[in-house]
């Protein structure tokens, strides 16, 4: 242990998040249902539970599943849940769901669909959705997986949609994940060029899969036709995990169990070749130079006065100042006045 | 004119970058495609040609023209350029492409198609790709329209695929925004719940058309069936402008003046109610509280020992020390240092 971890506000032992922490830790769902939301809401707070949480992490196996909206990624998601439970494993599910009213109703019906999975004290389920920004979507998505690793869930399952780049960062915080794809796939890329209505899908998936693919090994599985990996898509040369395919028909249970096999493989690979150590050194310092830049972000603002960064703007639109001048005029002022102040 | 203007670099009058401003605002297109090219690659001298090139920006009406590939995109803008430069209109294209090796042939193709408006010395296309982060890829198209609205063309198209936050953050960019959709949308919209395979692409531009509407007035263009906006897609309550649907086929040029009327129509509404003003001001204060953040990491990581941060790393992945006492404390160390060296 450091001694940066035995801050006053972790030694009193009576803060309400400290309470939260045993509590969450020695079983207590509520606790962790209320932990989720303060890490969630952020703040000081947030920062707080996750500082006396951190040195608990780092145990789970992190799986994402991702995919276009209907793939059908809630039901797998339900069925690997219980072929890990029928093993003795505990679940913790993250379901990111950064989309608009219009999914809304199936994602309340993949939702209820996965209550049969509520009333078993090994499987803890929380939804993720923000107004806000899907950056800020993707923090809190590493956050909640902070939380339910420090908490003592074995296998963390995050489902997110996968479209756009955020997608890609929350996949990041995973370490397998696994793409599913729709039926029909395989046919359909041969008519892409030819034919462009409806293939976007197809093409956002691919997408998906090649930045998923580009230097990092993964899983994929897919229900439907067989797909090969485009040479674009390979792992980095110092890899040498070729991404799986497995065909799987969630609601029939068919091909779980290669799934299954398929994971804990790659989890092995990652343990075996040293490949999840150097992974999460590179999570943890992408983090923590995010934090740090936050951090100043913050510091910087606490010292400077809002109406000299508003006179700023507006000098700026009117093109009397440019941003570059501004900003480093700004970055002078806050040396020199830490200069006066201790001087 | 600010003092802040007058750096040393500015009135020196000789350094590369200087040269290469004044040729390409006297209408040189080599010069333009390198200072695009300097941009592009960021850095000090990225920033030199910016700060140099502030003073002249504002005056372009840039307009966004985004939706799903294969949407038509790239012909509308094609025939929209045409009827600008009808007019005797100067037009500017920034083609935004974050796709994959996928979609390259047809990509390739629309540049292909775009190759007979190169003749025209009123009209400048630029092609903006990266391999890196779609964040980075909204910030050098940012920085892009910069760059040809200062050199003087009068209407900027920025054309990008419609999909994910990334694109809406370079769609933000605009002064209007026109979203293509595909023909035989209207029909679908009752579909998506029943039907999921096929119909993703019609989810996701909406949700697109929909986190566009939120708060921002928007023109919109529409190929096909009459489609309404959805309730929660509305202009907010302190803006009047509804977004128009117009029904074209680009290669006739069917609809067209009417889509040109529009934007006309949007401009004034942004000139003549004083939202483009706000909406300005809110860019350019967005834009330089991203500066500041990342000039002031720099400024940090030069007064840090990389050595330090990587031993912070290696104990923060130990989990030996939570990463946000370790920010608390490399922030102490620099202020600390900070005054060190001036007391």
């Known amino acids: 242990m450091n001694e940066l971890f035995a801050s006053p506000s972790h030694r009193s032992g009576l803060r309400l998040e400290d309470r939260l922490v045993e509590r969450a830790r020695a079983g207590d769902r509520r606790a962790m249902a209320r932990l989720l939301t303060v890490v969630e809401t952020g703040g000081p707070d947030a920062r707080e539970v996750l500082a006396r949480l951190y040195p608990y992490t780092g145990q789970a196996h992190v799986v994402g599943v991702t995919g276009a909206p209907g793939a059908g990624k809630s039901s797998l998601v339900n069925v690997m849940t219980r072929a890990y439970r029928a093993r003795g494993q505990t679940v913790g599910i993250i379901a990111v769901d950064p989309t608009s009213p219009f999914t809304g109703g199936a994602i309340l019906g993949d939702r209820i669909r996965m209550q049969d999975l509520h009333g078993d004290p090994g499987v803890f389920i929380r939804s993720m959705a923000t ?3 899907l950056g800020g979507l993707a923090w809190a998505t590493r956050d909640a997986i902070k939380v339910l690793d420090a908490v003592g869930y074995q296998v963390i399952i995050v489902e997110t949609v996968g479209a756009g780049q955020s997608e890609v960062d929350i996949a990041a915080a995973a370490d397998t994940t696994i793409v ?6 395989g046919d359909d890329i041969q008519a892409i060029k030819a034919d462009h209505d409806g293939a976007d899908t197809v093409v956002t998936q ?8 580009t230097g990092r090994p993964r899983q994929m599985w897919h229900h439907g ?6 040479a674009e898509g390979a792992p980095a040369a110092n890899s040498r995990w070729i991404p799986p395919i497995c065909k799987t028909v969630a609601v029939k249970g068919e091909g779980l169990p290669d799934l299954i096999r398929a994971v804990d493989a790659h989890r092995a690979y990652l343990e075996q070749t040293g490949e999840g150590v150097r992974r999460d050194r590179a999570r943890v310092r992408a983090e923590f130079l995010d934090l740090l830049r936050h951090t100043l972000l913050e510091h910087l603002m606490a010292q400077l006065s809002v109406d000299e960064i508003e006179a700023r703007v507006d000098q700026i639109a009117r093109r009397e100042l440019d941003p570059y001048a501004a900003a480093a005029h700004i970055l002078k002022m806050t040396n020199d006045s830490g200069r006066q102040v201790h001087r």
Do not use: K
């Open 225 to 230: 036709a067989q797909v090969d990996l485009p």
């Open 180 to 185: 599913v794809t729709v039926p029909g796939l």
């Open 206 to 213: 691919l997408r998906t899969m090649l930045t998923l693919g």
């Open 131 to 133: 107004r806000g920004s």
